[in-house]
C-alpha cells in the first residue's frame, strides 16, 4: 500500500539525498508533536465535560491539528523513504529533464552545460567561449566545462 501519492513522490524524487533526511526528521517531529497535542485536547475535552463545559469548542484545534499531523507524516514517509532508497532515486527523476538527461551531458535545452564524470552532485557551469555562462552556457551548448559539485572531474560541454 503506498502512502505517498505518485505526483507527490515525483517531486520528492527530486530533493537531494542530504536534505530530505532534514526535511524528513522535521516532519516527522511535526507530526509526533501533533499526536502529543491531539492527546492534549481528548485530556482537556472530558476534563472539561466532567465539569459541566461543552468540549464543541475544540472540534476546530482538534480537526486542524489532526490534518496538519497527516500532511506531516505523509511527508515525513516520503522524505525518510527518498532518504532510504539512496542516490539512484535522484537520478531516476533528473532522466526526464530536458535533453541533459540522467548524466547531464550539455548541448541542449535542458542540459547543464557541463557534465560530471564522478555521476554524483550538481555541475555548476563556469565561464564559457564568448563569455557565456550558467543557464545561458546551457542552452547554447558553449559551456567551457564546470566545476563538479563534489571535487570529482568536469568534462566539458558541447
Given at each position: ?53 461543552s ?9 486542524l ?20 532508497k ?47 555562462t550558467?543557464a ?23
Amino acid at each position: 500500500m503506498k502512502i505517498v501519492p505518485t505526483r507527490m513522490e515525483e517531486q520528492i524524487n527530486r530533493v537531494d539525498r542530504t536534505t530530505s533526511l532534514g526535511i524528513g526528521i522535521a516532519t516527522g517531529i511535526t507530526a509526533l508533536w501533533c499526536g502529543y497535542r491531539l492527546i492534549w485536547l481528548l485530556y482537556a475535552a472530558v476534563t472539561f465535560s466532567s465539569v459541566g463545559w461543552s468540549p464543541i469548542s475544540l472540534v476546530f484545534p482538534f480537526v486542524l491539528w489532526g490534518m496538519i499531523g497527516v500532511v506531516a507524516a505523509i511527508g515525513a514517509v516520503g522524505l525518510l523513504t527518498r532518504y532510504a532508497k539512496g542516490p539512484e532515486a535522484r537520478g531516476q527523476a533528473r532522466g526526464a529533464t530536458g535533453a541533459g538527461g540522467a548524466t547531464g551531458t550539455a548541448g541542449g535545452p535542458g542540459g547543464t552545460g557541463a557534465d560530471c564524470r564522478c555521476g554524483v552532485g550538481p555541475v555548476l557551469p563556469t565561464a564559457g567561449p564568448g563569455g557565456a555562462t550558467g543557464a545561458r552556457a546551457a542552452e547554447s551548448g558553449r559551456g567551457a566545462g564546470g566545476v563538479c559539485g563534489d571535487g570529482g572531474a568536469p568534462v566539458a560541454g558541447g
